[in-house]
């Protein structure tokens, strides 16, 4: 590895690590195998229990009051902690998930056909999709967040790192409980609360419960209302009002013309656990929890239209009701849409020059929710036995079940080119086994994983763009097995020490797939029926070096590897689509340093890494013949295929442009796959300063540079799909108020990344997304004689407006390019009461 791959905006941290020895405070050498009660975080990242610092790993640990402290309520909140990762609640087409990044590898899809780059585990149960994983951090203990590939203990789709939630465990002590109570802007009102209660001397009970309400902060308007509120009915022509009510005459005009908002959270979860320590080697814990999830989807606005060479699809709607297509379906501002989730051409219709209106009953008049509805619960039992002072076995079983359905219109605007229905479910066990151990020369653990599950995806295609209404039923079920072995060797009395570790995995996955066209009889040339079985044999490993300079110093270094399963494509839209592709595999190289310096007052822990991304199946969007279900020949029209620059042999893409009489071609938009090799390097600091007492400052810093060839210009990309920098900051002083009976805190947080370029590859939207800063506010009022807490806060406290994410249906052969605003400022009041 070159360090000169590493760039210069390396060299300061690189500078830092080598410094650092110098700079620490003397201390006797060994360290201790258990922590002791310093205040650091015990974090399981190494399937044994090891206190942060002595962790040669790139990893965040936070804990639930720290979580508190800065506002972090849910996965997607994350990003504000983590220096070089992105977590984002997904697309409104993707469903309730999160698309997680780490290092600048990641994935948008929440599909089950997909496959995740980042390992989700929830008290060592395997949590295997995004879809349904923006997790409310009930009863969290801590959260810890791995960066860089985790193929030998965390494995399956570690490839980007791991995510590892780790529970509050029910406490034999005392009973206790908590209440909090949160009102705030958008009628917001939360409730949690909880309880632990022991049974005798070694068993402990621990409930918990949460309800979360909020009104979406995107307005949701009739559009026929709305112009003509604005004095020009004329631009709505006849299209209905979606509601009668907000008809007006010469005696009465609306006073808005809001039927709807999107952006808001409706939730209900519960979790129990169970505890129990028969003997004193011997720990049984048993855990249910269930969430259900109605929340709106999310916020979501057209931020352009392209009106040049518009396509008969949308033209024909338009003229239909006496407009034209352009810029009148764009609110003007990003916290308002005119989205509507109906067709307003009834069935049967024929609409002229359309090819999807053609009188068959099946099309017009399609109504879908934009409520999502998600249902998630699971089961799971952990035994851990101290078969000997130094040797413990742990089994672990867990039963989940995740079940929803979304809807989404992704025109963005009243009129219609595709509305998209799903139901997608998954349903699985999780079993583990580990044999861990301490001696005087190694720290070793060996295991066995074994993932069994059945999923499902229902669908209903309503599709103008692609002129059909397709229903889509398919099966999953995928299987994994995996023997894994990590040893820490450190055989002589010098404090280096070897990690060796590797992983085997047996990885399997039957898909049954049908998807029907309303065009019978049954099947037809433009069904699509097929089965694939996506299967592999992975070796992951792991070597690494560390060398404990004093107690408070520790340097390490890495190689790593990681994968994720291989796939094929989810979204065949006619049977020439069909096709499978190989999984992804990165190798990681990774230096780092965990200091405690002066006194421990001066806490920082640093990593630069270089990781190979060598096998990187990435699809790009082409085009093929579109077949005629009536006849199975290419349907007539008036475009042309010409070859996909970069694409694999056959490959084709639209033009745009009219072609000569008799070519008689209809292109179809379809993904092609082909293996685009990458390379990621970057820089990372943490850092947590108590200069005096009372007084802490943490933060963190990310660089990264994601480096790939450009499919069609065969050149370098000069900029990258994720920010080059992250960073994040927080002050707070604890203040005595003897006069309260207290202390007030206040805080001040910041979280900043860099510009980068949003999704699309047609438009002018083929550039930046601006930096930003977000800031966040917070003082705490609590009270030592009564036990209890009063917090006011503001979010985006400066009310900066920024896009969380970009979707440019342009690349697609569409008109409409759509974005997701992040929330602006918000206030809250939270009232806590422990007991």
């Given at each position: 590895m070159n360090l000169r791959q590493f760039g210069p905006s390396t060299i300061p941290l690189l500078a830092l690590m080598l410094a650092s020895p110098a700079l620490a405070q003397s201390a006797p050498q060994g360290r201790q195998d258990d922590a002791d009660n310093d205040g650091d975080i015990v974090v399981t990242a190494t399937r044994l229990p090891t206190k942060l610092q002595d962790t040669p790993i790139a990893?965040?640990?936070?804990?639930?009051?720290?979580?508190?402290?800065?506002?972090?309520?849910?996965?997607?909140?994350?990003?504000?902690?983590?220096?070089?990762?992105?977590?984002?609640?997904?697309?409104?087409?993707?469903?309730?998930?999160?698309?997680?990044?780490?290092?600048?590898?990641g994935t948008t899809d929440t599909s089950l056909g997909g496959e995740a780059a980042v390992a989700y585990y929830i008290d060592d149960v395997y949590y295997p999709i995004l879809l349904g994983s923006n997790f409310d951090l009930l009863d969290i203990d801590h959260i810890e967040v791995l960066r860089g590939p985790q193929g030998t203990l965390f494995g399956r789709n570690a490839l980007a790192g791991a995510v590892n939630i780790v529970s509050k465990q029910p406490e034999f002590g005392e009973a206790s409980g908590y209440a909090?109570?949160?009102?705030?802007?958008?009628?917001?009102?939360d409730l949690r609360a909880g309880?632990?209660?022991?049974?005798?001397?070694?068993?402990?009970?621990?409930?918990?419960?949460?309800?979360?309400?909020?009104?979406?902060?995107?307005?949701?308007?009739?559009?026929?209302?709305?112009?003509?509120?604005r004095g020009t009915p004329q631009l709505a022509g006849t299209f209905p009002l979606y509601d009668p009510q907000l008809a007006s005459n010469p005696s009465f005009t609306p006073d808005n013309c809001v039927i709807g908002h999107q952006g808001g959270e409706d939730v209900r979860a519960l979790r129990g656990s169970f505890r129990w320590r028969p003997i004193d080697s011997v720990t049984l814990t048993l855990s249910a929890d269930k969430t259900w999830d109605n929340s709106e989807n999310?916020?979501?606005?057209?931020?352009?239209?392209?009106?040049?060479?518009?396509?008969?699809?949308?033209?024909?709607?338009?003229?239909?009701?006496?407009?034209?297509?352009?810029?009148?379906?764009?609110?003007?501002?990003?916290?308002?849409?005119?989205?509507?989730?109906?067709?307003?051409i009834a069935p049967g219709t024929v609409v002229p020059n359309s090819a999807f209106y053609n009188g068959r009953a099946t099309r017009g008049g399609?109504?879908?929710?934009?409520?999502?509805?998600?249902?998630?619960?699971?089961?799971?039992?952990?035994?851990?036995?101290?078969?000997?002072?130094?040797?413990?076995?742990?089994?672990?079983?867990?039963?989940?079940?995740?079940?929803?359905?979304?809807?989404?219109?992704?025109?963005g605007g009243v009129l219609v080119g595709e509305h998209v229905a799903s139901a997608i479910g998954e349903h699985y066990d999780n079993a583990e086994v580990r044999l861990a151990g301490r001696t005087g020369w190694a720290d070793w653990v060996v295991g066995a994983f074994y993932f069994d599950a059945f999923g499902y995806f229902h669908a209903t295609n309503y599709s103008v763009v692609g002129s059909a209404v397709r229903a889509v039923d398919t099966t999953y079920e995928p299987n994994s097995k995996a023997l894994y072995a990590n040893a820490t060797l450190h055989p002589f009395d010098?404090?280096?020490?070897?990690?060796?570790?590797?992983?085997?995995?047996?990885?399997?996955?039957?898909?049954?797939?049908?998807?029907?066209?309303?065009?019978?009889?049954?099947?037809?040339?433009?069904?699509?029926?097929?089965?694939?079985?996506?299967?592999?044999?992975?070796?992951?490993?792991?070597?690494?070096?560390?060398?404990?300079?004093?107690?408070?110093?520790?340097l390490y270094a890495s190689v790593a590897t990681g994968n994720s399963l291989p796939g094929y494509n989810p979204r065949p839209l006619q049977p020439s689509h069909i096709v499978q592709f190989d999984g992804n595999d990165d190798r990681a190289y990774e230096m780092g340093a965990k200091l405690d310096l002066f006194d421990r007052r001066a806490r920082f822990n640093l990593a630069a890494f270089y990781t190979d991304f060598n096998n990187r199946p990435t699809g790009i969007g082409g085009a093929d013949a579109l077949i005629d279900p009536n006849t199975g020949q290419p349907a007539v029209g008036n475009q042309q295929l010409i070859p996909l620059e970069g694409g694999p042999a056959g490959s084709t893409r639209c033009s745009p442009t009219t072609v000569p009489a008799g070519t008689g071609i209809v292109c179809l938009t379809r993904t092609y796959y082909v293996n685009v090799p990458a390379t990621v390097r970057g820089a990372e600091l943490e850092y947590t300063l108590n200069p005096i007492d009372r007084l802490t400052i943490n933060g963190a810093v990310g660089w990264s540079k994601f480096k790939s060839p450009d499919i069609a210009a065969r050149t370098v990309n000069r900029r990258q799909g994720n920010p080059f920098w992250t960073a994040n900051a927080g002050i707070?002083?604890?203040?005595?108020?003897?006069?309260?009976?207290?202390?007030?805190?206040?805080?001040?947080?910041?979280?900043?990344q860099s510009s980068e370029v949003i999704s699309g590859t047609s438009t002018k939207y083929?550039?930046?997304?601006?930096?930003?800063?977000?800031?966040?506010?917070?003082?705490t009022y609590e009270n030592q004689d009564y036990d209890f807490t009063v917090a006011g806060g503001v979010t985006n406290l400066f009310n900066k407006f920024y896009y969380l994410n970009w979707f440019d249906y342009q690349a697609f052969g569409r008109p409409n390019t759509e974005a997701q605003p992040g929330a602006p400022r918000q206030w809250y009041v939270t009232v806590s009461k422990r007991f």
């Open positions: 990893i965040t640990a936070v804990t639930s009051e720290q979580l508190e402290e800065r506002g972090v309520k849910s996965v997607a909140d994350l990003s504000a902690v983590v220096p070089n990762a992105q977590f984002r609640r997904v697309q409104g087409a993707f469903g309730p998930g999160v698309t997680t990044f780490i290092r600048g590898l909090d109570v949160t009102v705030g802007e958008y009628n917001r009102h309880f632990n209660l022991p049974l005798g001397d070694n068993a402990a009970v621990m409930i918990s419960g949460v309800s979360k309400e909020r009104r979406g902060y995107q307005r949701v308007l009739d559009f026929t209302c709305e112009l003509r509120r999310p916020a979501d606005t057209l931020v352009n239209i392209n009106t040049t060479g518009l396509p008969a699809w949308i033209t024909s709607q338009a003229a239909f009701f006496g407009m034209t297509y352009d810029q009148r379906f764009m609110t003007g501002d990003p916290f308002k849409t005119y989205v509507s989730y109906v067709d307003r399609n109504i879908i929710d934009p409520i999502n509805h998600l249902r998630h619960w699971g089961v799971s039992g952990k035994l851990e036995w101290g078969l000997a002072p130094d040797i413990d076995l742990t089994l672990i079983y867990g039963h989940r079940e995740m079940d929803e359905t979304h809807a989404f219109d992704n025109d010098v404090p280096l020490s070897l990690v060796l570790g590797g992983r085997y995995s047996w990885d399997h996955k039957f898909v049954d797939y049908t998807n029907y066209n309303d065009v019978p009889p049954h099947p037809n040339s433009s069904d699509i029926i097929f089965q694939v079985e996506p299967r592999q044999r992975k070796f992951n490993w792991k070597v690494g070096l560390n060398y404990e300079v004093t107690e408070d110093v520790l707070q002083y604890e203040i005595p108020a003897e006069v309260l009976h207290g202390t007030v805190t206040p805080r001040f947080d910041w979280a900043y083929n550039a930046l997304n601006g930096a930003r800063s977000i800031f966040n506010a917070r003082l």
